[in-house]
């Protein structure tokens, strides 16, 4: 399938041009509808990359993540345990948006921001939004 983005007059009339020819020929079409514009990717590694890099500060502070198995134990910081633990958990609390791949460009700062603003007021940690 292929994807098809949509922002001008002309676009959307040969659009409606296509998606007319391919109901004559199969009457039978299936469209997924998206709007808004998805995160980048250098949005996306930016991301990927600040986890890393706020993983790697938590733990240097000496912070673990205190994970239950049959007792607690404490555990590193990984960027995966960031992306899950931190950042998902901001990111469903203000969109209410499960996936990262869901993020519009702006929500990306929107989630950073407001987590940068946690890390500092009650860890002493700030991590720079990574440029890639």
């Known amino acids: 399938m292929s994807e098809i983005v949509i ?3 002309e676009q959307k009339r ?3 041009a296509s998606l007319e020819r391919h109901w004559l020929e199969h009457r ?3 469209i997924k509808m998206r709007t808004g514009k998805q995160r980048t990717p250098t949005q996306n590694a930016s991301m990927h990359k600040y986890f890393t890099l706020l993983s790697e ?3 240097d502070a000496g912070y673990t993540v205190a994970k239950t198995f049959k007792k607690p134990i404490d555990m590193s910081w990984t960027p995966g345990l960031v992306k899950d ?3 998902r958990k901001i990111q469903v609390a ?3 948006k499960e996936s990262t791949t869901k993020l519009e ?3 990306c ?5 407001e987590l940068n603003k946690i890390m500092i007021d009650n860890y002493n940690i700030s991590v720079g939004w990574p440029q890639k």
Not at 109 to 113: A, G, L, P
């Open 109 to 113: 700062s929107t989630v950073y921001d």
């Open 28 to 30: 039978h079409i299936t």
């Open 7 to 9: 922002n001008s007059e």
């Open 105 to 107: 460009r702006s929500e």
């Open 94 to 96: 203000l969109l209410d």
């Open 85 to 87: 633990l931190l950042w």
């Open 14 to 16: 040969a659009f409606i």
């Open 57 to 59: 500060a938590l733990n």
